[in-house]
């Protein structure tokens, strides 16, 4: 066993901080981390693509064929690994016909999942599939069970990828786009337990298995077809309808879920103004899917010992109260401060726990609606603190999990209890080690003491209020700067101010790994 051992004693840590000791075992690599982890979730909500990402090649805002130029540029810098859309509930009231062709022809519809408002359908499957060109993206089209037939997702997926002489493929070309698209995955309708038809497990299992009999796309393209999966948000037993959905999950390839770090049965709390009790809330409630995560991938394995279907959490997130006096259409907004940011860190800290089953996760959502990457005020644009973490770990994509055994003491607050600080660490294909480094607790700093030698760099993220957050006015509140790295009996230390992510690199002296 190779576990670079930790000096006895850690020494002076920085004035008045805990001292925090981490394990990192070099020698028990784990399954890599897959980079669509890191994904992106799109629907058709607020103002999450109109506005957030189309505006139309003939806005004033700066364009590339209708595209934010500035959202656009801030994707490509995330290396976006996978978009799904385009939805979520909103497709499964979805019609894909309603959005090809040329775009003053097509109709307005009634968004009635959500809104009453209506929707031009001016950002349809050209639009989608031409944007996730564009950043550099793959495409997860989710497709309607809830109200459309399995010949509708077919005939859908015809036209998008066939590559010969029928009549979707020339009407295809005829619409501006002459070549298929590759579509990556495609999601055998959405959340089948509630807005996707409010199916009981045996029969959304059912469903499934019906409808993935009949959506194929060439083999070449080699899709991923995905199964509607649980939530523990549902209303229902996730687990029941996990085990449905494996015990008969007809040609699907991979299982979904979802889990929004809200309360149940309770009201939610605010984005922001909150008290401190409501911080330690939240982010229990996003510590509180990794135990779900076990269950559900128990459940997986006695059905697929193998482990050849990964689990996609496909929507994920923060999500607050929503703002009822808001106009029509923007009540999903939600500003989003450093908290968010705690709870992205934790999250991907859980999904590197797990790469054996998950493969895929989408925050929801890209722009504008929950927890979002990106807020836009008419032409002028905002990158949230939730952003800054996927920069920050984009370094993980990729990289090979690595055990990381934490002594930390607890953060407790009204009722809620949770480790100080939380780690997670992975080796890049480049040999280098990643740490990311999570302390939630808004009064104490922490100086954690790893057992590595050699030298390391890095950045965090932090505020000097819990809800700290990034505006038009102010649009590096919380932005990423260096963290300050030591040493304590030649091991490498950091230092963490309160409520604080940070991400290090780490070139290992190799004399000392053994």
């Known amino acids: 066993m190779t576990v670079l051992g930790l000096a006895a004693g850690l020494g002076s840590a920085a004035v008045g901080a805990v001292e925090v000791a981490t394990v990192i075992d070099t020698a028990s690599p784990g399954v890599v981390i897959d980079r669509n982890i890191y994904g992106q979730f799109a629907e058709h909500l607020g103002r999450g693509i109109y506005e957030g990402i189309w505006v139309g090649p003939d806005s004033p805002i700066p364009n590339i064929r209708g595209y934010r130029t500035d959202v656009v540029n801030a994707l490509k810098r995330l290396h976006v690994p996978v978009v799904r859309w385009p939805g979520g509930c909103f497709s499964e009231v979805y019609d894909w016909r309603d959005g090809i062709g040329p775009r003053d022809k097509r109709p307005v519809r009634t968004r009635m999942n959500w809104d009453d408002v209506t929707d031009s359908n001016q950002f349809g499957t050209h639009e989608f599939l031409d944007f996730a060109e564009l950043i550099g993206a793959d495409a997860y089209v989710s497709g309607n069970v809830g109200s459309m037939t399995p010949r509708d997702m077919q005939l859908w997926l015809e036209y998008m990828t066939a590559d010969n002489g029928s009549t979707l493929a020339q009407e295809r070309r005829r619409n501006g786009r002459d070549r298929p698209w590759t579509i990556r995955y495609f999601g055998?309708?959405?959340?089948?337990?509630?807005?996707?038809?409010?199916?009981?497990?045996?029969?959304?299992?059912?469903?499934?298995?019906?409808?993935?009999?009949?959506?194929?796309?060439?083999?070449?393209?080699?899709?991923?077809?995905?199964?509607?999966?649980?939530?523990?948000?549902?209303?229902?037993?996730?687990?029941?309808?996990?085990?449905?959905?494996?015990?008969?999950?007809?040609?699907?390839?991979?299982?979904?879920?979802?889990?929004?770090?809200?309360?149940m049965g309770r009201p939610k709390g605010e984005a922001l103004g909150f008290a401190e009790a409501e911080w330690a809330d939240v982010l229990d409630l996003a510590r509180a899917m990794e135990p779900m995560l076990v269950k559900v991938g128990g459940i997986m394995d006695r059905h697929d010992p193998q482990k050849s279907i990964p689990l996609f959490v496909d929507e994920w997130g923060s999500w607050y109260k929503l703002d009822r006096q808001a106009?029509?259409?923007?009540?999903?907004?939600?500003?989003?401060?450093?908290?968010?940011?705690?709870?992205?860190?934790?999250?991907?800290?859980?999904?590197?726990?797990?790469?054996?089953?998950?493969?895929?996760?989408?925050?929801?959502?890209?722009?504008?609606?929950?927890?979002?990457?990106?807020?836009?005020?008419?032409?002028?644009?905002?990158?949230?603190?939730?952003?800054?973490?996927?920069?920050?770990?984009?370094?993980?994509?990729?990289?090979?999990?690595?055990?990381?055994?934490?002594?930390?003491?607890?953060?407790?607050?009204?009722?809620?209890?949770?480790?100080?600080?939380?780690?997670?660490?992975?080796?890049?294909?480049?040999?280098?080690?990643?740490?990311?480094?999570?302390?939630?607790?808004?009064?104490?700093?922490?100086?954690?003491?790893?057992?590595?030698?050699?030298?390391?760099?890095?950045?965090?993220?932090?505020?000097?209020?819990?809800?700290?957050?990034?505006?038009?006015?102010?649009?590096?509140?919380?932005?990423?700067?260096?963290?300050?790295?030591?040493?304590?009996?030649?091991?490498?230390?950091?230092?963490?101010?309160?409520?604080?992510?940070?991400?290090?690199?780490?070139?290992?002296?190799?004399?000392?790994?053994?």
């Open 188 to 263: 055998i309708g959405n959340e089948t337990w509630g807005c996707g038809g409010n199916m009981r497990p045996d029969y959304a299992a059912d469903v499934n298995a019906r409808y993935s009999a009949f959506v194929k796309a060439p083999k070449a393209m080699k899709m991923v077809r995905v199964a509607s999966g649980a939530s523990v948000q549902g209303g229902g037993d996730y687990l029941a309808f996990t085990e449905a959905m494996m015990a008969h999950r007809g040609e699907t390839e991979a299982l979904s879920f979802h889990y929004y770090a809200m309360p």
């Open 327 to 514: 106009l029509p259409g923007e009540h999903h907004f939600q500003q989003n401060s450093l908290r968010d940011a705690m709870v992205t860190a934790l999250t991907l800290n859980i999904f590197h726990r797990h790469t054996d089953r998950v493969k895929m996760a989408n925050i929801a959502q890209m722009v504008n609606v929950l927890q979002a990457m990106i807020l836009t005020d008419g032409a002028d644009m905002v990158l949230t603190p939730t952003y800054h973490v996927f920069d920050l770990y984009q370094r993980f994509a990729g990289a090979v999990p690595l055990p990381a055994r934490t002594t930390t003491p607890d953060y407790a607050m009204a009722g809620r209890s949770m480790p100080m600080v939380d780690v997670s660490a992975a080796r890049g294909a480049d040999g280098r080690l990643h740490l990311a480094l999570v302390n939630v607790d808004p009064h104490r700093p922490a100086r954690v003491v790893t057992n590595l030698v050699g030298r390391a760099e890095g950045l965090l993220l932090t505020a000097a209020t819990m809800d700290a957050h990034n505006s038009v006015a102010a649009p590096t509140a919380v932005a990423p700067r260096p963290v300050s790295v030591t040493r304590v009996g030649g091991r490498i230390a950091a230092d963490l101010p309160p409520m604080a992510v940070a991400v290090l690199t780490v070139e290992i002296d190799r004399k000392d790994e053994k």
